[in-house]
């Protein structure tokens, strides 16, 4: 397979300044990596927040963006293990950690200190050739649709190990909010396949049409509903189990304390800059709630989130786009105008 020595990426070389289109230098693998001609990407809420550098930790400098991208490894260095040429894999935020550490060793790799990030502290999935660890590399099934099978890489598996998280069972009532976004859409659609209620919260009617296409049995406009807090309680009759927090929005994650019935389980998964929440301490412990995070997932929440699309059990629902039409895509973004998610066609 011939390697070009230069290839189409989006770079940028300062937080929030102009975003670049232009040719790179392909990247060569590292003895323990693989080198990924990426054919999709998807464009995660979290590339838009390294771009604008909205978060305590730095970025690499100057940085290819980008972690949902799904393609074809051309390329590896000489310790790589159980991949062969031609085999379909993807790039995911967790690019590589150290796999001997307490956290790595208790499957928790995210945690690990040595954690190394796609599209964020390594050059990530908005260029045609990216480099990922072999071990963290996601495998996806021959025939696979790249397009379709991008947004899993990080969306999916963040939502689905973010549902897992929350400890619903089936027939439990869980609430998406941000229902209609990127991670929101899929995290609809895993819940209800994992036999949960759904009850979608975003903002404006369209989203509630979207959130309903995908699954949610009942849809709460935040905006227009004058008292969300009841409408979710006479939906649930009396408080959702769990709500998963995959909005931008400081106050929905704050309003969601009260949207859990006894016992409830806040899950936060969205990062708007400098957000936090206050529990009052004795409305925690009368009403025995509990608020956990969750932060993208492991391998094996990889392969089973992976596994589920593979068996058509949920579809991304996601509009192709150039790579070259990036700095469009943050704009809709931004203004809170995307159903699902953008996938970049790193051709054109
Ligand atoms: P997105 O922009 O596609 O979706 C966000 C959705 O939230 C939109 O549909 C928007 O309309 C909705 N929203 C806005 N205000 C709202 C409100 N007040 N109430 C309810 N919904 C509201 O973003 P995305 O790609 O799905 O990412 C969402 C967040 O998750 C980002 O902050 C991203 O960085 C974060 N993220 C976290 C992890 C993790 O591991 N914890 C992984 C991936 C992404
Ligand atoms: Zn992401």
Redesign the pocket.
């Known amino acids: 397979m011939s390697i070009p020595k230069t290839q189409k990426a989006v770079i940028f070389e300062t937080n929030g300044g102009p975003l670049l289109y232009k040719d790179i230098p392909v990247p060569k693998p590292a003895p323990h990596e693989l080198l990924i001609n990426v054919k999709y990407s998807?464009?995660?809420?979290?590339?838009?927040?390294a771009w604008k550098g909205?978060w305590p930790v730095p970025t690499k400098l100057p940085l290819v963006g980008g972690h949902e991208g799904a393609g074809v490894v051309v390329a590896m260095g000489e310790n790589v293990k159980g991949w062969k040429i031609g085999d379909y894999a993807g790039v995911k935020?967790l690019n590589g950690s150290c796999l001997n550490c307490q956290y790595c060793n208790h499957t928790d790799e995210?945690n690990c200190d040595d954690a190394v990030l796609s599209g964020y502290t390594h050059d990530g999935s908005f260029q045609q050739y990216a480099t990922a660890d072999a071990v963290q590399a996601a495998r996806i099934p021959a025939g696979t649709d790249l397009a379709g099978a991008a947004p899993i890489l990080?969306?999916g598996?963040?939502?689905y190990?973010?549902i897992k998280t929350s400890g619903c069972k089936a027939g439990d009532w869980i609430g998406i909010?941000?229902?209609?976004?990127?991670?929101?859409?899929l995290a609809v659609q895993y819940a209800k396949v994992m036999g949960m209620r759904v009850v979608g919260?975003?903002?404006?009617a369209e989203?509630g049409e979207f959130a309903k296409s995908m699954g949610a049995e009942a849809y709460v406009d935040?905006?227009a509903e004058k008292d969300v807090v009841a409408a979710v309680k006479k939906i649930t009759d009396g408080g959702l189990h769990a709500i998963i927090?995959?909005?931008?929005?400081p106050?929905?994650m704050q309003?969601s304390v009260e949207l859990v019935r006894k016992k409830g389980v806040v899950v936060?998964?969205?990062?708007?800059q400098d957000a936090s929440i206050n529990v009052p301490v004795f409305d925690s412990v009368f009403r025995t709630i509990e608020v956990r995070?969750?932060?993208?997932?492991n391998r094996a929440d990889t392969f089973e989130a992976m596994d589920m699309f593979c068996r058509g059990l949920v579809k991304c629902p996601i509009k192709i786009v150039g790579l070259s039409e990036l700095p469009g895509v943050y704009k809709l973004?931004e203004e809170?105008k995307?159903?699902?998610?953008y996938v970049l066609d790193t051709s054109k």
């Open positions: 998807g464009v995660c809420h979290t590339d838009l927040h909205d935020w995210p990080c969306a598996v963040t939502v190990k973010a909010s941000g229902a209609a976004g990127g991670l929101g859409s919260l975003d903002v404006g989203k935040v905006k927090n995959v909005s931008v929005s106050a929905a309003q936060l998964v969205g990062l708007p995070a969750s932060y993208v997932g973004m809170g995307i159903l699902g998610r």
